[in-house]
């Protein structure tokens, strides 16, 4: 017998939403980490870095997945990667390399 899948509420769906994203970004990262490993620790995102362009492929992921999962326009999608990366972002480990070398390219 097939037993049917309950709905998500658009609250459980936001729920998901951010433990796939947190588990995409420490995959893009190359950490061996997932959202339970990190589930109560204080200051997490503080011991683990990523590079600025890993942060760029995890922003185009994770909008993609937004306006997939939780039907959001492109702008609103965006938007939503910006607090997300804000809120539990990693720190970035080349900011300073990447920052130089953008400041002579221009």
Do not use: C, P
């Not at 433990?19 to 995959?27: G, K, R």
């Amino acid at each position: 017998m097939e037993t049917k899948r309950k709905r998500l509420t658009r609250e459980q769906k936001k729920e998901k939403a951010v433990v796939d994203l947190i588990n995409q970004m420490f995959i893009i990262a190359g950490h061996n980490v997932t959202y339970d490993d990190i589930l109560g620790v204080e200051d997490w995102f503080t011991k683990y870095t990523m590079t600025v362009e890993q942060g760029e492929e995890f922003q185009k992921w994770g909008k993609k997945y937004l306006m997939k999962e939780l039907r959001m326009r492109a702008k609103q999608a965006e938007k939503e990667m910006l607090w997300i990366n804000l809120q539990w972002g990693l720190k970035y480990s080349n900011w300073e390399d990447y920052h130089k070398l953008k400041t002579k390219e221009e």
